[in-house]
């Protein structure tokens, strides 16, 4: 059986292309006691709400229909958002050279948020390597708890 979250992608990938949009991500989580079920666009340009109702409104249909989800829960369709998560490693190699934020699930150096430019990403094993100031660091991905692009102004 598919999980709920490929079977969701799945479900949304047409109403996603009509919309001009790509899917970023699909989270299934649960949240102060309500589940959530969360899909998440990215288009050139941006994503705007009227791309998100429609999406939102067929992919709403769609799961009524296949009724993948026992239980109740709320479907969110929304923006990847400018400062969105990295997870897979096309995501890492688009964003090359981009500022990013690499927060850790334990201090190094006293601190446990790093905030620089992305320089490299090893597939492979997961590390993430940042450049800071004039210091390069490397994050091997078993420490890395998320790293999301920043904005700068």
């Known amino acids: 059986m ?8 799945e479900l949304a990938a047409p109403a996603i292309a009509e ?3 790509t899917l970023w ?12 079920l969360r899909v998440l666009l990215d288009k050139e340009g941006g994503v705007d709400i009227l791309d998100c109702e429609n999406v939102s409104r067929k992919l709403s249909d ?8 026992e239980g109740s829960y709320t479907l969110e369709v929304g ?3 400018a400062e969105r998560a990295l997870k897979r490693p096309s995501d890492f ?12 699930y334990r201090s190094q150096d006293g601190r446990k948020e790093f905030a620089g430019t992305l320089t ?3 597939a492979d094993s997961g590390a993430v390597t940042i450049t800071v100031g004039s210091r390069e660091m490397t994050f091997e ?9 920043r904005v700068e102004f």
């Open 120 to 122: 490299a990403h090893d």
């Open 93 to 104: 190699q688009r964003f090359l050279g981009s500022p990013v934020l690499v927060k850790l």
């Open 62 to 69: 769609l799961l009524d229909e296949a009724d993948p989800i």
């Open 2 to 9: 598919k999980k709920i979250t490929e079977l969701t992608a």
């Open 79 to 81: 923006s990847a958002g």
């Open 19 to 21: 919309a001009g949009c």
């Open 25 to 36: 991500d699909v989270e299934y989580v649960k949240e102060a006691g309500t589940w959530y």
């Open 141 to 149: 991905k078993k420490d890395v708890a998320l790293v999301r692009l």
